[in-house]
């Protein structure tokens, strides 16, 4: 297992995969049995591992005669991936999510192939991406914004209606093309892309579109959306990124000379009152000309854009990315869910979150305003009224008498109030609580 872990790096050593040299021979990678131990080893504890798909085949009865049954048919080309049952699962807007259950021999084969992939490509994406790879996540995403986007005026978020059924195969196709120079593994592909899924048992093809529920899904669509990234870092954020710093503000600047002046003929009352007026002025010049920041972020196939600068340059961005999106990519654009925000006044939405610009001139730490212009992160107020909604009743805290008997942990642990098998009353809570109120009478 350590072997594998060792070899795979897909064919070529890390300094190779981080200048982006072509990747040649790429196929009889798929011939080492190390390498699928390894996958099977990621995979095997899925929740999914156990649900078949259309042929009934699941982790259970797995062995190294299979392994090798597989690496037959791949080392003579006749592996076929076979089609996935299709089920749906309820959406939050209550719309249904379509879902494919793929065999287990395909999945194996998908988690060899990502492991492949992801040794590759991952030294090679963006900074900015932080969905589906090893080490990021939603936290890192977070973390990023609230550390780096302070001085942010203008939000502009980004939703691809129906991302993953979109993408185009050619597309896909052309994009593994121009780093992996191997035409036997770029088949391989194009059939698992190509395989359709079976709906009521009929068979129906997969014109677009990553395989939802597939292993190697997740590495394919970031592939495909790194292309997007590299727009943004190498067209946008030069275009719209200039000065080094804000120019002073002049009304700033007057304020303290009078404060310099009040200080010298020692009147302190006006030292005191100029003083509150200073802390209610920008230090800096929010509208200076010169002076531009776009920071960019994505998630899977959320993006988000942080501007420092004018609305009118803010909807000239949120353009360019639908363009691009459009010719380049074969992607659209959410009218409904691609926003402009004013980061002061209004909260931008990203994986989960409320994020405002916060502005507060009471906060004063070592003689400065601590919080103006960093970027505050909030549970939205919807979320916060349907978790309370499991505890109340007609607006109010709903008294739940049953529960009195159960331990702390218990009552914690359910949700709808209702006692489940693997929770049991607390008899000394009892007693204590009945010994309390005859006490009390």
Same mark, same amino acid.
């Given at each position: 297992m350590r072997n594998a872990e060792r070899r795979n790096g897909a064919g070529r050593p890390p300094g190779t995969r981080r200048r982006g040299l072509p990747l040649e021979r790429l196929y009889r990678q798929l011939f080492n049995p190390q390498l699928f131990l390894m996958a099977y080893g990621r995979i095997y504890a899925n929740k999914g591992a156990m649900t078949p798909g259309v042929t009934g085949e699941t982790?259970?009865?797995?062995s190294l005669e299979k392994i090798d049954a597989i690496i037959g048919r791949l080392r003579a080309e006749t592996y076929r991936?076979?089609?996935?049952?299709?089920?749906?699962?309820?959406?939050?807007?209550?719309?249904?999510?379509?879902?494919?259950?793929?065999?287990?021999?395909d999945k194996l084969v998908a988690e060899?192939?990502?492991l492949l992939l992801e040794a590759y490509y991952d030294v090679q994406f963006s900074r900015h991406s932080h969905g589906f790879r090893p080490g990021?996540?939603?936290?890192?995403?977070?973390?990023?914004?609230?550390e780096v986007w302070k001085g942010t005026h203008w939000f502009v978020e980004g939703d691809i209606s129906?991302?993953?059924?979109?993408?185009d195969h050619e597309v896909m196709l052309a994009l593994l093309g121009e780093k992996i120079h191997d035409g036997r593994?770029?088949? #391989?592909?194009?059939?698992?892309? =190509?395989?359709?899924? *079976? +709906?009521?048992?009929?068979?129906?093809?997969?014109?677009s579109g990553a395989p939802q529920g597939g292993v190697a899904s997740p590495i394919l669509s970031n592939i495909y959306l790194d292309r997007l990234d590299q727009f943004v870092e190498q067209h946008l954020l030069p275009n719209y990124n200039r000065g080094r710093l804000r120019r002073r503000s002049g009304e700033y600047w007057r304020v303290e000379a009078r404060i310099k002046r009040a200080s010298q003929r020692g009147d302190k009352a006006a030292v005191r009152a100029l003083r509150q007026q200073l802390r209610r002025l920008p230090s800096a010049d929010p509208d200076d000309?010169?002076?531009?920041?776009?920071?960019?972020?994505?998630?899977?196939?959320?993006?988000? #854009?942080?501007?420092?600068?004018? =609305?009118?340059?803010? *909807? +000239?961005?949120?353009?360019?990315?639908?363009?691009?999106?459009?010719?380049?990519?074969?992607?659209?654009?959410?009218?409904?869910?691609?926003?402009i925000t004013h980061a002061a006044s209004q909260?931008?939405?990203?994986?989960?979150?409320?994020?405002?610009?916060?502005?507060?001139?009471?906060?004063?730490?070592?003689?400065?305003?601590?919080?103006?212009g960093c970027i505050g992160l909030y549970v939205p107020r919807d979320v916060i009224r349907k978790r309370c909604a499991l505890y109340m009743k007609r607006g109010k805290p709903a008294f739940r008498g049953v529960l009195i008997r159960y331990q702390d942990f218990s009552i914690h642990r359910l949700q709808d109030g209702s006692p489940t098998q693997g929770d049991r009353p607390n008899a000394r809570r009892t007693t204590d609580v009945h010994a309390g109120h005859s006490q009390a009478q």
């Amino acid at each position: 297992m350590r072997n594998a872990e060792r070899r795979n790096g897909a064919g070529r050593p890390p300094g190779t995969r981080r200048r982006g040299l072509p990747l040649e021979r790429l196929y009889r990678q798929l011939f080492n049995p190390q390498l699928f131990l390894m996958a099977y080893g990621r995979i095997y504890a899925n929740k999914g591992a156990m649900t078949p798909g259309v042929t009934g085949e699941t982790v259970d009865g797995m062995s190294l005669e299979k392994i090798d049954a597989i690496i037959g048919r791949l080392r003579a080309e006749t592996y076929r991936w076979t089609p996935v049952r299709r089920t749906y699962i309820p959406k939050k807007n209550g719309k249904k999510l379509p879902l494919g259950l793929p065999t287990w021999s395909d999945k194996l084969v998908a988690e060899v192939v990502r492991l492949l992939l992801e040794a590759y490509y991952d030294v090679q994406f963006s900074r900015h991406s932080h969905g589906f790879r090893p080490g990021r996540g939603c936290h890192t995403a977070l973390n990023e914004v609230v550390e780096v986007w302070k001085g942010t005026h203008w939000f502009v978020e980004g939703d691809i209606s129906d991302c993953f059924g979109s993408l185009d195969h050619e597309v896909m196709l052309a994009l593994l093309g121009e780093k992996i120079h191997d035409g036997r593994f770029l088949r #391989l592909i194009r059939q698992m892309l =190509k395989a359709g899924y *079976l +709906e009521d048992w009929r068979w129906e093809a997969t014109l677009s579109g990553a395989p939802q529920g597939g292993v190697a899904s997740p590495i394919l669509s970031n592939i495909y959306l790194d292309r997007l990234d590299q727009f943004v870092e190498q067209h946008l954020l030069p275009n719209y990124n200039r000065g080094r710093l804000r120019r002073r503000s002049g009304e700033y600047w007057r304020v303290e000379a009078r404060i310099k002046r009040a200080s010298q003929r020692g009147d302190k009352a006006a030292v005191r009152a100029l003083r509150q007026q200073l802390r209610r002025l920008p230090s800096a010049d929010p509208d200076d000309p010169d002076y531009r920041r776009l920071r960019y972020i994505r998630y899977a196939d959320d993006w988000l #854009l942080g501007f420092a600068g004018p =609305k009118r340059e803010a *909807l +000239e961005i949120k353009e360019r990315m639908k363009e691009f999106l459009h010719d380049q990519l074969k992607l659209e654009l959410s009218e409904s869910k691609t926003l402009i925000t004013h980061a002061a006044s209004q909260a931008a939405r990203f994986l989960g979150y409320e994020l405002r610009t916060q502005l507060a001139d009471t906060k004063i730490t070592r003689g400065r305003r601590a919080v103006n212009g960093c970027i505050g992160l909030y549970v939205p107020r919807d979320v916060i009224r349907k978790r309370c909604a499991l505890y109340m009743k007609r607006g109010k805290p709903a008294f739940r008498g049953v529960l009195i008997r159960y331990q702390d942990f218990s009552i914690h642990r359910l949700q709808d109030g209702s006692p489940t098998q693997g929770d049991r009353p607390n008899a000394r809570r009892t007693t204590d609580v009945h010994a309390g109120h005859s006490q009390a009478q």
